[in-house]
């Protein structure tokens, strides 16, 4: 059984990987018909255009800017991961938490709201200790979700990732 759920857990990251990709692809295919605002950085292997990138540590008790608001979140969670970041894409706003809640109990929740949100699941894995969800609300932000259940501790992890598009 361990076995299979490392297979899936492994699976499920790369799926996200994956998309993350897709999206990152999809927008920088439409940001290279603008002009480019890539800055130049030296490295050891010569000159490389690296695109500019922000990350800012938020307070656990404030929210990340961008963050969707109304978005279901536990009250009085550990909260390990705090952060926005300007990005090519777009602005992310990235929070990671311990939940006192099951896997079953959080995915629940985070699957009624974006029902209630029209929010289009793009994509999703829904097994006993692992559930993912991508999905892209009616305004084009995207969500990445993770909810997991370390096997030693026992502690469920939640991970929400907001990305809010460049605006053009």
Known sequence: ???????????????LAVLG??????????????????TAQTNEEGPKNVLPFKETDVPAQTLP??????????????????????????????RMFVSKKSVEENYKIYSDYLTKNKWKVLASVNDTSLKSISAESPKR????LAIS???????????????????K
Do not use: C, H, Y
Request: glycine share 4%.
């Open 21 to 38: 990709l897709w999206a990152m692809k999809k927008d920088s295919k439409t940001q290279t018909e603008q002009p480019s605002q890539q």
């Open 149 to 167: 259940k370390n096997s030693v501790s026992g502690q469920v992890q939640v991970d929400i990732v907001f990305t809010q598009p460049v605006k």
């Open 65 to 94: 800017e961008g963050f969707v608001v109304g978005f279901p979140l536990e009250a009085n969670a550990v909260v390990l991961n705090n952060t926005s970041a300007n990005t090519a894409v777009g602005l992310q706003s990235s």
């Open 141 to 144: 932000e995207r969500l990445d």
């Open 1 to 15: 059984m361990n076995k299979k759920v490392s297979v899936i857990v492994v699976l499920s990251l790369v799926a």
